[in-house]
């Protein structure tokens, strides 16, 4: 045991050693803090409250998918069925009777299916040793399959419980309810991955396999437990995402898990693992909403916003690197 | 069997051997499940399916055999066949000019990516996701429609025979092979096998990684810029939304015909091979009445068992 927590420490001093310069630090949140500058000054809608609350509750799913990204990435993986399975259990959610008293029930079945799907992916990537990507990659064509074969590829009537409108776009002491939620969330696994061993373990796996294999740690079931946080956050994101949107079609999470990766990526991350964190992300997902309304907001066609954002990603990406990183 | 014989079999590749046993298994299966499936009308239809794939893939096995990945293939797939029939628009005389600017915008912008990711030093994957935003953002602000029209000429790239022969999927083979014997003789395809295998050792070894690095990704976005043509010809028209199937498609075929995404290992002819099984497979499930959403489950699912027989890791 003593071993482990040397190792620990040494990979903590060696990570504080390489301190970043500020710019390279803090480099995500500077521009942040320059889009909104930028917002506020071109758009004086921007910091209206009707409209930072709609940017929120907009943001809330992406939050809570970067949020289950970041523990994968930081295993040197990443997640392509992120925005699959948000779908899928869209669907599953409309599947089950349209009453409030299924709301719970819903839940722990998403919960379920996700943490199902999340085992797959981690078995598939550490006992099997395919590749993050295309374990992941495989997971999100079934299941887009599986979603197809159910729904015959008819869009949904959208035959929600009502309460999933509330929880989707409804406010609580003037604060969107999704909002709350993903604000549960974060202290949750900002705990788990900063409070205990176990989020230890996965900054060791990711950084330094080597070390943490020689400090005793398992590393396959730290990083399945990864890919099973990732899928479960994914599944509650569907939830508040289909409250949000109201009706159901098969592609409802189209696009989340290329944009959860960029958020997490632009928050700090590495795709060689043990760097980054939540509010890096977290950081990350914002710059994103962010574009989002600013383009709607100036009136652009919607297109430019794939525009901006690309540009964006690629941008904000390369403040992270060291020169021959 | 002869020294020499088990000399060459001992050379090919098991993935190789696996891949092309399972296209013999479907093929096999195939007469069983249809009489109309050895027809040649069916044979033309499997190999005029299996151009646009296989040319796009051509790009991302260059691509992955560094080590990379190319995600921006079909947002240039959609700006390139929307550039060409959009501004051509049925006027023949501007075929020419336009084709030779369409394919140097293409070389352009995969260039770009390769240089962003030497110069930026951002992972590949950011790159060229944020490219294929960028790209398609591009093509939906120039068009929302098919847009404008292509020469009746045009139709030949697609349907043009000789002696009853169809040309295209000739020339997409022929391309394969011509860029084995690159990979196998040239300085530049052995160096890409070299970044990909083991950068260190190819840097103290002299090669200059960056211009390997910038050479592939230009080479893909040449050959997304081909299978956008091509796509044009097949269709008489350019379409906004046709590259989204490309992106992560173009990198199924690669995989299962055993070129590893950690790079250095692999090759042209496996993805080939890998082109044509997820084309026989789809004719197959066709003629068995099983709807796409089905072939996706199956599709998904060959990924996995084709990779995990593999061994895809190679660093612990």
Same mark, same amino acid.
């Given at each position: 045991?003593?071993?482990?927590?040397?190792?620990?420490?040494?990979?903590?001093?060696?990570?504080?050693?390489?301190?970043?310069?500020?710019?390279?630090?803090?480099?995500?949140?500077?521009?942040?803090?320059?889009?909104?500058?930028?917002?506020?000054?071109?758009?004086?809608?921007?910091?209206?409250?009707?409209?930072?609350?709609?940017?929120?509750?907009?943001?809330?799913?992406?939050?809570?998918?970067?949020?289950?990204?970041?523990?994968?990435?930081?295993?040197?993986?990443?997640?392509?069925?992120?925005?699959?399975?948000?779908?899928?259990?869209?669907?599953?959610?409309?599947?089950?009777?349209?009453?409030?008293?299924?709301?719970?029930?819903?839940?722990?079945?998403?919960?379920?299916?996700?943490?199902?799907?999340?085992?797959?992916?981690?078995?598939?990537?550490?006992?099997?040793?395919?590749?993050?990507?295309?374990?992941?990659?495989?997971?999100?064509?079934?299941?887009?399959?599986?979603?197809?074969?159910?729904?015959?590829?008819?869009?949904?009537?959208?035959?929600?419980?009502?309460?999933?409108?509330?929880?989707?776009?409804?406010?609580?002491?003037?604060?969107?309810?999704?909002?709350?939620?993903?604000?549960?969330?974060?202290?949750?696994?900002?705990?788990?991955?900063?409070?205990?061993?176990?989020?230890?373990?996965?900054?060791?796996?990711?950084?330094?396999?080597?070390?943490?294999?020689?400090?005793?740690?398992?590393?396959?079931?730290?990083?399945?437990?990864?890919?099973?946080?990732?899928?479960?956050?994914?599944?509650?994101?569907?939830?508040?995402?289909?409250?949000?949107?109201?009706?159901?079609?098969?592609?409802?999470?189209?696009?989340?898990?290329?944009?959860?990766?960029?958020?997490?990526?632009?928050?700090?991350?590495?795709?060689?693992?043990?760097?980054?964190?939540?509010?890096?992300?977290?950081?990350?997902?914002?710059?994103?909403?962010?574009?989002?309304?600013?383009?709607?907001?100036?009136?652009?066609?919607?297109?430019?916003?794939?525009?901006?954002?690309?540009?964006?990603?690629?941008?904000?990406?390369?403040?992270?690197?060291?020169?021959?990183? | 069997?002869?020294?020499?014989?088990?000399?060459?079999?001992?050379?090919?590749?098991?993935?190789?051997?696996?891949?092309?046993?399972?296209?013999?298994?479907?093929?096999?299966?195939?007469?069983?499940?249809?009489?109309?499936?050895?027809?040649?009308?069916?044979?033309?239809?499997?190999?005029?399916?299996?151009?646009?794939?296989?040319?796009?893939?051509?790009?991302?096995?260059?691509?992955?055999?560094? @080590?990379?990945?190319?995600?921006?293939?079909?947002?240039?797939?959609?700006?390139?066949?929307?550039?060409?029939?959009?501004?051509?628009?049925?006027?023949?005389?501007?075929?020419?000019?336009?084709?030779?600017?369409?394919?140097?915008?293409?070389?352009?912008?995969?260039?770009?990516? @390769?240089?962003?990711?030497?110069?930026?030093?951002?992972?590949?994957?950011?790159?060229?996701?944020?490219?294929?935003?960028?790209?398609?953002?591009?093509?939906?602000?120039?068009?929302?429609?098919?847009?404008?029209?292509?020469?009746?000429?045009?139709?030949?790239?697609?349907?043009?025979?000789?002696?009853?022969?169809?040309?295209?999927?000739?020339?997409?083979?022929?391309?394969?092979?011509?860029?084995?014997?690159?990979?196998?003789?040239?300085?530049?395809?052995?160096?890409?096998?070299?970044?990909?295998?083991?950068?260190?050792?190819?840097?103290?070894?002299?090669?200059?990684?960056?211009?390997?690095?910038?050479?592939?990704?230009?080479?893909?976005?040449?050959?997304?810029?081909?299978?956008?043509?091509?796509?044009?010809?097949?269709?008489?028209?350019?379409?906004?939304?046709?590259?989204?199937?490309?992106?992560?498609?173009?990198?199924?075929?690669?995989?299962?015909?055993?070129?590893?995404?950690?790079?250095?290992?692999?090759?042209?002819? @496996?993805?080939?091979?890998?082109?044509?099984?997820?084309?026989?497979?789809?004719?197959?499930?066709?003629?068995?009445?099983?709807?796409?959403?089905?072939?996706?489950?199956?599709?998904?699912?060959?990924?996995?068992?084709?990779?995990?027989?593999?061994?895809?890791?190679?660093?612990?």
């Amino acid at each position: 045991m003593s071993g482990t927590t040397i190792n620990l420490e040494r990979a903590e001093t060696s990570r504080l050693a390489q301190a970043k310069p500020f710019f390279q630090k803090y480099g995500l949140y500077v521009f942040l803090v320059l889009l909104i500058l930028i917002a506020v000054s071109t758009s004086p809608q921007f910091l209206a409250p009707r409209n930072i609350q709609n940017l929120l509750t907009e943001g809330a799913p992406l939050g809570m998918a970067a949020l289950g990204q970041t523990f994968v990435i930081l295993t040197a993986g990443l997640d392509l069925s992120v925005g699959s399975l948000m779908s899928s259990v869209a669907v599953i959610a409309t599947s089950i009777a349209p009453d409030n008293v299924m709301i719970l029930p819903i839940f722990l079945i998403a919960i379920a299916f996700g943490a199902l799907v999340g085992f797959v992916n981690g078995w598939l990537v550490t006992k099997r040793k395919v590749s993050p990507f295309l374990a992941t990659l495989a997971t999100m064509i079934v299941l887009q399959g599986l979603r197809f074969a159910w729904t015959k590829g008819a869009p949904l009537s959208g035959h929600l419980p009502p309460g999933f409108r509330v929880l989707g776009t409804g406010t609580l002491l003037s604060i969107p309810v999704n909002l709350w939620a993903l604000g549960f969330l974060i202290l949750v696994f900002a705990i788990v991955l900063y409070r205990t061993t176990y989020g230890r373990k996965l900054y060791l796996v990711g950084g330094n396999p080597r070390a943490a294999f020689l400090s005793g740690i398992h590393a396959d079931r730290v990083i399945i437990a990864a890919y099973m946080i990732c899928a479960v956050l994914a599944s509650i994101a569907g939830l508040f995402l289909v409250g949000y949107v109201g009706s159901v079609d098969n592609w409802v999470g189209k696009g989340y898990e290329l944009d959860s990766i960029a958020a997490v990526m632009m928050g700090g991350a590495s795709f060689k693992g043990g760097k980054g964190g939540i509010f890096g992300s977290l950081a990350g997902v914002l710059v994103l909403i962010v574009i989002y309304n600013l383009v709607l907001l100036l009136g652009f066609p919607i297109q430019t916003q794939l525009v901006v954002k690309g540009l964006v990603i690629i941008l904000a990406a390369s403040f992270y690197l060291t020169r021959g990183d | 069997m002869s020294e020499a014989f088990k000399k060459v079999v001992s050379k090919i590749d098991p993935s190789i051997g696996i891949v092309s046993g399972l296209v013999l298994l479907l093929v096999i299966a195939g007469f069983f499940v249809s009489d109309r499936f050895g027809t040649t009308q069916n044979l033309l239809n499997i190999l005029e399916n299996s151009v646009s794939l296989g040319l796009a893939s051509m790009g991302q096995t260059l691509v992955i055999l560094t @080590g990379g990945i190319d995600l921006s293939i079909g947002g240039i797939i959609s700006l390139t066949s929307c550039l060409t029939s959009g501004v051509i628009n049925g006027n023949s005389s501007l075929m020419f000019p336009v084709i030779a600017g369409v394919l140097l915008l293409g070389i352009a912008i995969g260039a770009l990516n @390769g240089v962003l990711i030497v110069r930026l030093g951002v992972h590949p994957l950011i790159v060229t996701l944020g490219m294929s935003m960028v790209l398609q953002g591009v093509t939906l602000m120039y068009t929302l429609e098919p847009p404008g029209a292509m020469p009746l000429s045009w139709d030949l790239v697609a349907y043009g025979k000789l002696l009853g022969v169809p040309v295209a999927p000739l020339v997409m083979v022929l391309i394969f092979i011509a860029m084995w014997a690159f990979l196998k003789k040239a300085r530049l395809g052995r160096y890409i096998f070299a970044v990909g295998g083991n950068a260190e050792a190819a840097r103290l070894s002299g090669i200059r990684q960056n211009r390997v690095v910038v050479f592939v990704y230009t080479a893909c976005g040449f050959f997304a810029t081909l299978t956008g043509l091509y796509l044009v010809s097949r269709m008489g028209i350019g379409d906004p939304r046709i590259g989204g199937y490309y992106m992560l498609s173009s990198i199924t075929p690669v995989v299962v015909g055993g070129t590893i995404l950690a790079g250095g290992k692999g090759g042209v002819i @496996g993805t080939l091979i890998g082109v044509y099984l997820i084309i026989v497979l789809r004719n197959l499930l066709n003629f068995m009445d099983i709807t796409s959403f089905y072939q996706w489950i199956i599709e998904g699912v060959i990924i996995i068992v084709a990779v995990s027989f593999y061994v895809e890791r190679k660093k612990v």
